[in-house]
C-alpha cells in the first residue's frame, strides 16, 4: 500500500522535487527529471539512465561521481517522453557525447531512440545502452528480447565508472554492452505493488505461494509455486542463474541480492546465507556483493539475484568509487558543486507562428472536438483500460492514454486560439500526447497524431480519399517506429484492419461517413477478437500465457476512439467533384 500521496496524479512528480531538494548537494532538477549538481570542468561522457518511476534508487538515487550524470525520469513504471530524453541529456551533455542506459522494454526504447535522433542531429554524438539481463523473460536463443530488471544496477554502475575514468564514448559504449552481455537475473514476488491511490495491488498472490519470474513494473511472475523455506529458494535461485553461465569462463563475481520495495534487509541477509556458499561452492569469488534495495517495484514484496561475471576490466569499473545520494563506495573525490556549477543551455521553445486556410480553419474545429470527445471518453474509460493491461502488462494504459489525451486536448485548443489550421494542430496535440502520456502507447499515438496532421496540412479540407490517406500514414508511422505487425497482438491489430477498410470503402465510393462507421465497425470487431492472440510485442509478451481470453488494452482503446471521433473527422461535406 502506498500511503504516502496527495493528488495520485502528481505523485512521481512530487517525488522527484522532494528528492532533488532533500539531495540538493548532489543533484538538481532539470526539465524530465534530475543531472548532477556539478558540470565536470573537463569534458566527460555523460551516462544518462532512466526510466519510470517507482524503482528508487533507481534511476534518480544514482546521480553523481563514478555513477549516472543524469537521469529520465517518467511516471510511475511509464516511460518518460521523447522530449524528457532530449531534455536530461541535454543538460548532463559536457561535451563529450551522451549514452543513453536502460532497461529493454519498447516505450523506452522509442522514446530514448527517437530523443538520440534528435540529439545526434544538433552535433551532440548520443548512443544506446539497452539492459537485458532477465533470465525470466524470454529464452536464450531471444536473449535481446529479454527486460531489465535488477541488472541495470550493475551495467550503469560500469559505464559510470568508466565515463568517470576518461573513456570515450565507443569505449563506454563497449563497456556497458560487455557488462549487459555478462549480467543475468532471476527474481520472486511475494506481494504485488499498488499505485498512489489505488484500491487494489497489480496483481495478488495465494497465501502460501510466490511468482518466480517477477518484471519490476508489478508483472506477475511467468508462474506461481509454494512458497519455499530461505534455503529452498537461495537454492533455487542460484540454480536458475547458474544454468545461464555465459561461455566467458570468468572466476569473478559482481552479486546483487535486491529487495523489490517491502522485503526487509534482514530477510535478504538470511537468504543471502544461502546464496554466498552456494556460489562459493561452485567455485566463484564474490567481488563487493551488494544485499540491499536497488532497483524496486513500488511496495512490492519480493527479491532478486543479480549475477555478472566479471574480467578485469569490469572488475575495475565495478569496485570503483561512487558517489550518489542512494550508493556510496569508497572514497570519491569531487568538485565542490557551486564552483563549476554552470547552468544548462536553456531549449528555448519559438512561440508557433501559423498560417492557414479559412477552410482549414474551419475542419481544425471539428478536429479539436474530436479531440475533445477523445480526451472524454478515455477518462471514463481509464480504469477499465488500466485492468486490461493489469492481466499481462503494468496497468498503466488507462492513465497514460488520459494523460495523453488530456494533453493534447489542451495543446490542439492553445493551438487553435493561435490560428492553426487542421494540421498544425493535430501535430501538436500529437507532441503534447507524446509528452505527458509516457508508455508505449504515448508515444505511439503522439507520433501517429503528428503524422496525420502533417498528411491532412493546413490549406485544404480533405477529401474522402486524402482522409483515407492520412489515417494511412497516421498507421505507416506507428508500423515504422513499434514494428508490430498484424497478429503480434497490439494496437496494430486494429489499426491496420481500419486503415485498409476506410481505403476500400471510400475507394469504392461509399460516403465517408458510412465508410468511417463501417471501417470503426471492423476495428472494434479485430480488437476484440486479439483476446485469442498471444502478445509478441510490448511489455505483455513475457506473460503471453495470462494475456490469452484478454483483448489488447490498445487496440481496445484505439478501437473506442476512432468509433468515437468519426463524426467529427467526416464532419465535413465533401463537394461531389472533389470526392476522388
Ligand atoms: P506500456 O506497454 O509502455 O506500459 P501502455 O500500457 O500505455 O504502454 O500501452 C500498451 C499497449 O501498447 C499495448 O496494449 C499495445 O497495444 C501497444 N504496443 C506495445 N508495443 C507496441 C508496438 N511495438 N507497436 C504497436 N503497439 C504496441
Ligand atoms: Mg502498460
Avoid at 499505485?195 to 495465494?206: D, I, N, V
Amino acid at each position: 500500500m502506498t500511503r504516502i500521496f496527495n493528488d495520485p496524479a502528481d505523485f512521481a512528480d512530487e517525488a522527484l522535487a522532494g528528492f532533488c531538494d532533500a539531495h540538493s548537494d548532489l543533484v538538481r532538477q532539470v526539465e524530465g527529471g534530475a543531472v548532477r549538481r556539478g558540470r565536470p570542468s573537463t569534458p566527460k561522457v555523460a551516462v544518462v539512465t532512466g526510466g519510470g518511476s517507482g524503482h528508487y534508487p533507481a534511476f534518480a538515487g544514482i546521480i553523481g561521481p563514478g555513477f549516472a550524470d543524469g537521469a529520465v525520469v517518467g511516471n510511475i513504471f511509464t516511460s518518460p517522453s521523447t522530449q524528457q530524453a532530449y531534455s536530461v541529456a541535454k543538460a548532463a551533455n559536457s561535451g563529450a557525447g551522451v549514452v543513453f542506459t536502460y532497461g529493454n522494454y519498447a516505450g523506452d526504447v522509442m522514446n530514448f531512440g527517437m530523443a538520440s535522433e534528435r540529439l545526434n542531429a544538433e552535433g551532440i554524438a548520443t548512443e544506446n545502452v539497452l539492459v537485458t539481463d532477465d533470465i525470466a523473460s524470454a529464452s536464450p536463443a531471444e536473449i535481446e528480447k529479454r527486460r531489465g530488471i535488477a541488472g541495470d544496477f550493475v551495467v550503469f554502475k560500469v559505464m559510470g565508472a568508466a565515463a568517470e575514468a576518461g573513456l570515450d564514448l565507443a569505449s563506454v559504449v563497449r563497456v556497458g554492452r560487455k557488462a549487459n552481455d555478462a549480467t543475468r537475473t532471476i527474481g520472486t514476488a511475494f506481494s504485488g505493488c499498488t499505485f498512489p491511490g489505488a484500491e487494489q495491488p497489480l496483481f495478488r498472490l495465494p497465501k502460501g505461494k510466490m511468482g518466480l519470474g517477477l518484471g519490476i513494473h508489478g508483472e506477475p511472475g511467468l508462474f506461481d509455486t509454494e512458497l519455499p523455506t530461505a534455503v529452498e529458494l537461495g537454492q533455487e535461485l542460484v540454480r536458475r542463474v547458474l544454468a545461464e553461465t555465459p561461455a566467458s569462463g570468468a572466476t569473478r563475481l559482481a552479486v546483487i541480492l535486491n529487495g523489490l520495495g517491502s522485503t526487509k534487509h534482514e530477510e535478504l541477509f538470511v537468504l543471502w546465507r544461502t546464496v554466498a556458499p552456494l556460489l562459493r561452492e561452485a567455485g566463484y569469488t564474490l567481488v563487493m556483493p551488494e544485499v540491499g534495495e536497488l532497483v524496486t517495484s513500488l511496495d512490492m514484496a519480493g527479491a532478486s539475484l543479480t549475477l555478472t561475471w566479471l574480467d578485469d576490466e569490469l572488475e575495475q569499473y565495478w569496485t570503483a568509487p561512487a558517489l550518489t545520494p542512494a550508493y556510496r563506495r569508497g572514497a570519491v573525490g569531487f568538485e565542490a558543486s557551486s564552483a563549476v556549477y554552470t547552468e544548462a543551455d536553456p531549449d528555448h521553445v519559438a512561440e508557433a507562428d501559423y498560417s492557414s486556410t479559412a477552410e482549414s480553419r474551419a475542419y481544425a474545429a471539428h478536429c479539436l472536438q474530436a479531440l475533445d470527445t477523445t480526451a472524454a471518453l478515455l477518462r471514463d474509460s481509464e480504469s477499465m483500460l488500466g485492468d486490461m493491461d493489469a492481466i499481462a502488462g503494468d496497468g498503466d494504459h488507462g492513465r497514460g492514454m488520459v494523460r495523453g489525451s488530456a494533453a493534447a486536448l489542451d495543446a490542439a485548443r492553445e493551438a487553435f486560439e493561435l490560428g492553426a489550421g487542421a494540421g498544425s494542430l493535430l501535430a501538436a496535440a500529437g507532441d503534447a500526447w507524446a509528452d505527458k502520456a509516457g508508455g508505449t502507447s504515448g508515444v505511439l499515438w503522439g507520433a501517429g497524431l503528428r503524422a496525420l496532421g502533417e498528411r491532412l496540412g493546413d490549406a485544404e479540407t480533405p477529401t474522402p480519399a486524402a482522409l483515407a490517406e492520412s489515417v494511412r500514414a497516421f498507421a505507416e508511422r506507428l508500423s515504422s517506429l513499434g514494428k508490430a505487425e498484424i497478429g503480434d497482438k497490439t494496437m496494430m491489430d486494429a489499426l491496420l484492419p481500419f486503415a485498409a477498410s476506410l481505403e476500400d470503402r471510400v475507394g469504392s465510393g461509399t460516403a465517408v461517413e458510412e465508410a468511417w462507421s463501417a471501417a470503426a465497425a471492423d476495428a472494434t470487431a479485430a480488437a476484440g477478437a486479439t483476446a485469442e492472440l498471444r502478445p509478441l510485442k510490448g511489455r505483455a509478451r513475457p506473460l503471453a500465457e495470462k494475456s490469452i481470453g484478454t483483448p489488447d488494452p490498445g487496440a481496445t482503446s484505439l478501437a473506442m476512439v476512432f468509433t468515437a471521433v468519426g463524426p467529427h473527422f467526416t464532419a465535413v461535406p465533401v463537394p461531389a467533384a472533389a470526392n476522388n
